[in-house]
């Protein structure tokens, strides 16, 4: 009798709980769901109107994504055009006013403030029509033009639809990828250069022949690509003289691996906000673009050198000899086992991170300018005696160069560390960071022995004194139940 009880309340329960998850949840779900204008997915549509009174803007989706039709065609920013119809999808109705007056311009309804549109796959949607914000709270007054029922939503709608159309179109001015680029040109006033890639090395063509820094390259590519247009002045300019843009005062030019194919970015002056005049030579459009395009675009000669003081391969490095100033020399060798060794050393073992650490802080090694190319006198540069000479040796003991590092004072007050490769003639400029790393004594590529640490001479004095009590007979005051 207890089963069947038992069974009965099992099976009421679990009915109880199938109702709870099936009907009620269900429930629940469907009032936390947000009511929606319109019901559809924002990639069903396939064009969309946004109408004021004094202008109108169109555009459409196709394979290649968004496009402004109207006022222009061109081409949409793809982004801003799907945030547009999501916000549209997402319009969410707060609100039905049940006695709405009969006279829409209490609710800026008769002439709206912007008329929406949306074209799906299958079908048009009604136009929506938004009205002007509610007096208090942050809602807006709207009506779908299919049924004229006075709707509010949240007013971060009307200021959502509320769009120009350097709102909506594309801001990118170049379009290239990096590795198509063969050749980088720069001319301006006062500079006309050139940078040419083979098998993926840069090097600087003109004004004369020099090795280039990737890194720089690479950016200055990045600053073509990523500059976003802040404006769009006028879609084709009769008199580029009003943009600075008939003499421009800096071009910069790509050429392309595919049929030598030229792009070009001609910057002008500037307008009274500091944004600079642009023109791209592939359309006639005059852009204008923040004032760090121009200061990123820029550059001189000795920006794009590389200012690698020393190239070489770490891996075919042998033997390492460090002269320092003090006339200390500290020569370091590796085996054939791949091991190091500190001549001089005994038998001290080598610190073989330390090792290579030093070689990677060599390798690394860069100027952050340019002092001087072919330099008279090294002394004048502090490298005539040097602080430090550091030479590479390979297999065979064959030389893979070496780099010297000096000191000067060009005011009294202020000194710079310098440094050059051995057999070059360009001096450049080193953070003292860098000496720091570099100057090395012989202690710091051996491992040093743990040190012995004595007992502190209060420890030393406690023990003595512990081991004199031993065996003394305790006072008669520290027994329990001494007599008094």
Known sequence: MRFRTTLILLLVAAGLGAYVYFVEFEKAA??????????????????VSLTYFDHAIELTKSDAGWRITKPIDVAADDTAAKNLVTAIAECELKKELENPQTDLSVYALD?????????????????????????????????????????LTSSAFRSGMDKQVKDLRDK????????????????????????????????????????????????????LKSMRAVDFPTESAEDLAAYGLDTPRLVVALTLAKNDSEIALLVGKENDKKEIFVKASTRPT???????????????????????????????????????????????????????????????????????????????????????????????????????????????????????????????NKSEYTAMAQGTDT????????FTRLDKQQKDFIEQPTPVTSPSPALQTQEHEEDDDEGEPPAADEHFGAED
Request: no cysteine; aromatic share 8%.
């Open 427 to 434: 001096v450049f400029l080193v953070r003292d960071y860098v």
């Open 172 to 223: 990118a001015i170049l379009a290239f990828a990096d590795d198509d680029v063969r050749k980088v040109s720069i001319v301006s006033e006062h500079q006309n250069l050139q940078l040419a890639k083979k098998d993926d090395t840069w090097t600087i063509e003109r004004p004369a022949t020099y090795p280039a820094d990737p890194a720089t390259i690479r950016t200055l590519l990045s600053t």
């Open 111 to 151: 002439k709206p403030f912007v008329t929406v549109k949306v074209k799906l796959k299958d079908k048009d949607l009604p136009a929506i029509l938004v009205g002007k914000n509610t007096p208090v709270g942050f809602f807006t007054y709207i009506s779908r033009d299919d049924d004229k029922k006075v709707l």
């Open 30 to 47: 469907q009032e936390a769901k947000k009511k929606t204008v319109f019901e559809f997915k924002a990639d069903d549509a396939t064009a």
């Open 286 to 412: 005059i852009y204008t673009v923040s004032e760090w395009v121009f200061k990123d675009l820029n550059k001189e000669l000795k920006d794009f050198r590389d200012k690698t003081v020393l190239a070489f391969d770490k891996d075919a490095v042998r033997a390492v000899d460090i002269k320092r100033a003090d006339g200390a020399v500290i020569k370091l060798a590796r085996g054939d086992d791949q091991k190091w060794r500190v001549d001089g050393a005994a038998d001290a073992k080598p610190l073989e991170t330390a090792i290579t650490q030093y070689l990677s802080d060599l390798h690394d090694l860069k100027g952050f300018d340019i002092v001087a190319d072919k330099p008279g006198n090294r002394a004048d540069f502090g490298l005539e005696p040097p602080l430090l000479s550091i030479a590479l040796r390979g297999a065979n003991d064959a030389a893979l160069g070496g780099v010297l590092i000096g000191r000067r004072q060009p005011e009294p």
